[in-house]
């Protein structure tokens, strides 16, 4: 299996442009979650899926943030428009189902964001 | 609220056993998981606990006492390849969601 699979790697982007980072979950995985890692604020759950359908976006910072999951093997998430505060690791995980053993999360390995 | 507390740093030398806690507060627990994280990478799932106990994995072990809303990550035979990020996450309201922990920053030296 090749793994949760994320691109771009690595973005670097200007201020008040448009920046969208996909995913393509681990085939079979049901439940996709979107992260966003800094030195500051650590690791946190911005939204998550199940069956396709988000199930919690509470932290999706502002509106200028939007993810989608159209079918079960893709999934975006938009930023418009960015700020340098915006920079961070992004990673997308996906698991088996949500809870219990069976909901380890599997990680991709992230796309490195940079805001000029 | 949700909160978890782990140091932030741990050194040991190779081949010691070193122990990694955490203590958390939420409502609606679920379960304690841990992930390693190396620098530059994705963190990576280690160990799952939902009872009380120890659950062992290899050099891994971890520990839950929901009573005590504690739990431990063991490493023995300390390698240096162990030196990394480690991070223990909460789930709760019937799973899904993690809230992560601030990580531990593991030191191995020689």
């Known amino acids: 299996d090749a793994g949760v699979i994320q691109s771009p790697r690595h973005e670097v982007t200007e201020m008040g442009q448009e920046v969208t980072l996909r995913c393509k979950p681990i085939s079979g995985h049901n439940s996709l979650f979107w992260y966003r890692q800094t030195m500051m604020r650590g690791l946190e759950l911005l939204i998550y899926?199940?069956?396709?359908?988000?199930?919690?976006d509470s932290g999706m910072p502002e509106d200028r943030f939007s993810a989608k999951m159209p079918n079960a093997s893709f999934s975006t998430l938009k930023i418009q428009p960015s700020e340098p505060r915006d920079s961070a690791v992004y990673f997308c995980?996906?698991?088996?189902?949500?809870?219990?053993?069976?909901?380890?999360?599997?990680f991709g390995p992230g796309t490195r964001l940079t805001v000029l | 609220g949700q909160s978890l507390e782990q140091p932030s740093e741990v050194t040991a030398v190779e081949g010691a056993i070193v122990q990694i806690n955490c203590t958390y507060q939420?409502?609606?627990?679920?379960?304690l998981s841990w992930y390693q994280q190396h620098d530059g990478g994705a963190p990576t799932f280690l160990s799952y606990?939902?009872?009380?106990g120890l659950e062992e994995t290899g050099r891994f072990s971890s520990f839950l006492s929901r009573s005590d809303s504690y739990g431990y990550l063991l490493l023995q035979e300390l390698q240096m390849k162990d030196s990394a990020s480690y991070f223990c996450a909460v789930s709760y309201n019937q799973g899904g969601k993690l809230i992560f922990g601030q990580g531990t920053e593991l030191s191995v030296k020689p």
């Open positions: 939420t409502s609606g627990f679920y379960g």
């Open positions: 899926f199940n069956n396709n359908v988000p199930i919690d």
């Open positions: 995980a996906s698991s088996f189902r949500l809870a219990g053993p069976r909901g380890t999360q599997y």
């Open positions: 606990n939902a009872l009380d």
